[in-house]
């Protein structure tokens, strides 16, 4: 029976998902055979067949070392969180010795942001739920924390910053917390926004604060970059890992890949970053 072939969204069905992914090389040039490596891509499990199999092909350029500190399970868990901080940082050209405000700090993608930030000699201002999710915070790197069900992050990035404002922030909520930002930005102050699925798409902008202060709107996605683009990515991490700049990322649950199912649930209600091990 041939497969039914469905184009919907860029992407081709049926097709292997699977984004993020940690190994070894079984067959490739000899000098790499062996290698243990890591990955991530947009394009993977999207424009070509993804992670959820035993065994992928990647290009060549793709062949990125895992870090030597790493189990393959936590390099596995390494990619869309980092890369989405990681992008999201350079693309709001964050410095050393700035302020990044990091929405959804007890998150996957707000633990690697607050991680980088102070990797890169930043200040952190995290900003979570509530008190439970502030409770699930390293105190040691964050030098302050607002809270959505407080509606105090102006308030608190003001204080922590002697009134200056945050130089950057990370919006990974969405329209809801944007005008809260907005107004904790200092001049020249950046917000990359790098999802929208939690605060909604839209939200009323006062034009006149944006261009007095002379703030910045940046998109960032890392759907765009393919598994090429995102070795490279994972080339600049690999060290900071290695020296112990960022911590091994946290794994909630472990699963066999026939467990797939159960697997998305916890996800979906929110357990934490969960792997699929090939035993």
């Known amino acids: ?101 990091v929405t959804g700090a007890a998150g996957a993608v707000g633990s690697a942001a607050v991680d980088l930030v102070q990797a890169r000699g930043g200040f952190s201002i995290a900003f979570v739920r509530d008190a439970r999710e502030q409770a699930a915070l390293d105190g040691s790197k964050v030098k302050a924390v607002a809270t959505s069900e407080s509606g105090n992050l102006a308030e608190v990035v003001r204080q922590a910053t002697n009134g200056r404002g945050a130089d950057v922030a990370l919006n990974g909520i969405g329209a809801s917390i944007a005008p809260a930002i907005i107004a904790s930005l200092a001049p020249r102050g950046r917000m990359a926004v790098y999802s929208a699925a939690f605060g909604g798409r839209e939200f009323q902008l006062d034009l006149f604060p944006l261009y007095r202060n002379r703030l910045e709107l940046i998109g960032v996605n890392t759907a765009g970059e393919d598994v090429v683009k995102c070795a490279a990515i994972l080339n600049q991490l690999r060290p900071l890992f290695e020296n112990g700049s960022l911590d091994r990322p946290r794994i909630a649950e472990r699963y066999s890949l026939n467990e797939f199912a159960v697997a998305y649930e916890r996800v979906r209600a929110g357990v934490g970053k969960v792997v699929f091990r090939f035993n």
Request: net charge negative.
């Open 1 to 101: 029976m041939k497969a039914l072939q469905i184009q919907r969204f860029g992407t081709t069905l049926p097709r292997v998902i699977g984004r993020d992914f940690a190994g070894e090389i079984v067959e490739g040039p000899p000098q790499l055979i062996g290698l243990e490596v890591w990955g991530s891509g947009g394009d993977l499990g999207f424009t070509r067949d993804g992670t959820h199999a035993e065994m992928i092909d990647i290009p060549l350029e793709a062949a990125s070392e895992k870090p030597e500190n790493l189990l393959a399970e936590e390099a596995a868990a390494v990619g869309v969180p980092f890369i989405t901080a990681y992008s999201a940082l350079e693309g709001a050209r964050h410095k050393r010795g700035e302020w990044a405000i």
